[in-house]
């Protein structure tokens, strides 16, 4: 008897994404040789044109309209709960709405590594963009802290254990660097793999206003207070510079300062503010890293 193939969901959050939603949408459609699996795209953006001709050309793709503007968290775990109540997936992958596949067998080559180490939480691909090509050794893996969100694929049993996404982290900025984190205080492995890669279309993400600055600046703020270890609190001064050398230490002849520094110092105030305000909330949060939050118990007892 063949074994069933796994149920993989893919979530793709929505926002104004126009033309790049649907070549995002399409390439999945096209390329994925892997069967069993559903696209979900979660739009809080109401009247969308794209996202209307979307359900007209795929209907097989599922897609929840929120009408209304929401972080990204509370998105991905509204996606979460359907994708594990309702569709009962085993797996399920997280993809930037200006990511492209191009490798057919991307689905194929991520399960096949989770499956060989069940320690494994999260994995991603190697991710190319305009700009640069992520380097990899040769092993089929590689066991690190921190992997760019854009196309990340999660085992059920992490959401089971630790809930889903921060849903402060408004409305974007550093939640899936927080929910890594807590992935990893759980007893989850994180992991890359050169097995497979994805483009990431870079050029639509470059927001260079005071309110995006504003935004980066206090939600980095977030994460280091709920993450970052009394004695290394001294990271909150990556707001303003930044390491020649990602490998070497945070030592000053390996500092830089970032493009936007002065506006970060100035901003800096303000974001502080607005995350004391939270501060309640915050410290309960930071007791316990590896507590179920942010899903209902429903997702737990799946």
Not at 9 to 18: A, E, F, T
Not at 75 to 94: L, M, P, Q, S, V
Not at 157 to 167: H, P, T
Not at 215 to 226: G, M, P, Q
Request: a positive charge.
């Amino acid at each position: 008897m063949r074994k069933r193939e796994k149920k993989i969901c893919i979530i793709v959050i929505n926002h104004l994404g126009g033309n790049i939603l649907k070549e995002c949408v399409t390439s999945i459609l096209t390329l994925t040789n892997y069967t069993n699996y559903k696209l979900i795209i979660i739009d809080d953006y109401p009247n969308d044109r794209i996202v209307d001709e979307i359900k007209r050309e795929f209907r097989e793709v599922k897609i929840i309209s929120l009408n209304t503007r929401v972080s990204t968290g509370y998105a991905r775990n509204i996606g979460i709960e359907y994708a594990i109540i309702e569709e009962k997936a085993d797996y399920i992958i997280f993809l930037d709405n200006d990511v492209k596949v191009v490798d057919g067998n991307w689905i194929r080559k991520l399960l096949k590594l989770m499956d060989k180490d069940k320690k494994i939480g999260v994995i991603a691909p190697v991710i190319y963009t305009q700009e640069y090509y992520q380097t990899f050794t040769k092993k089929d893996v590689d066991l690190i802290r921190y992997i760019p969100g854009a196309c990340i694929m999660v085992r059920k049993e992490v959401f089971q254990k630790i809930g889903g996404f921060d849903v402060n982290f408004w409305p974007l900025g550093n939640d899936d660097s927080d929910f890594l984190n807590r992935v990893i205080s759980s007893g989850f492995k994180v992991a890359i793999t050169g097995k497979t890669r994805i483009f990431h279309n870079t050029t639509t993400k470059k927001r260079r206003s005071i309110f995006w600055s504003f935004i980066n600046t206090r939600n980095y703020l977030r994460y280091i207070l709920l993450n970052v270890r009394i004695n290394n609190l001294y990271e909150i001064f990556s707001l303003i510079v930044i390491r020649k050398n990602l490998s070497d230490s945070f030592r000053p002849s390996n500092l830089i300062f970032s493009p936007d520094w002065y506006v970060r110092l100035v901003l800096l105030p303000l974001a502080l503010l607005s995350n004391l305000r939270s501060i309640r909330e915050i410290l309960k949060l930071r007791r316990n890293r590896s507590g179920f939050y942010f899903l209902s118990h429903r997702v737990k007892n799946m």
